[in-house]
């Protein structure tokens, strides 16, 4: 069975490609693309980290940052082989969330023992990365694609917090976890899957309100 852990370092690993491929868009150099690689691939974890009070996980443990360094060189020389970057982005980026929701899901869950806490862990932990690494590259932001994305880290996190409490391991249950997420995102993206939009209205004059 496959080691929690291992959903850590398959967070970081393709969070990281997926800021590289965004530094090759805006075609930066490769210190350009190490940065952005580290940002993304750790921004997430670094966030629930601070919140939960722990020590960050890559100052503990700085295999992370060679993790994403390396992943970032291998981008750097292979990204023009690829037709379409910005539709891999989003494909490396679900699987991504689907791996990231279930550790930062596990590791809320092992320091606070509330599955409250686990489930808003597992999805600040799959969403953070990418939002900063949207904001960085001034791409347009994944949270405002039309597709389920937000909900798709809910989903995996929420599976995870659940099976886990009911007594399933904790490797099945980051399996189980992943797969909800990722089957959700992916079918969001091959689909279209969307919830209703807000419609707004014309706001009522001063004067009515009074």
Known sequence: MIPILAFDYA????????????????????????????VTGTGGGTLRDLILGVPVFWTVNQDYILVCAGVAVIVYFTAHLIESRYKLLLWLDAIGLAA??????????????????????????????????DIAAQEPSVLLRPEIYVTAALAGAGTFTLLAILGLTMPLSAVLGALAAFTVRGGAL???WTFPPYRSRPGRRPEDVM
């Open 100 to 133: 990231y929701c279930v550790f930062g899901a596990y590791k809320g869950l092992i320091v606070t023992g509330s599955a409250t806490i686990a489930i808003v862990m597992g999805v600040m932990t799959a969403t953070f990365g990418g939002i900063v690494r």
């Open 11 to 38: 967070g970081v690993a393709v969070f990281a490609a997926t800021g590289a491929l965004a530094a090759s868009r805006k075609e930066l150099d490769i210190i350009g693309f190490v940065f952005m690689a580290c």
């Open 190 to 192: 091959w689909f279209g």
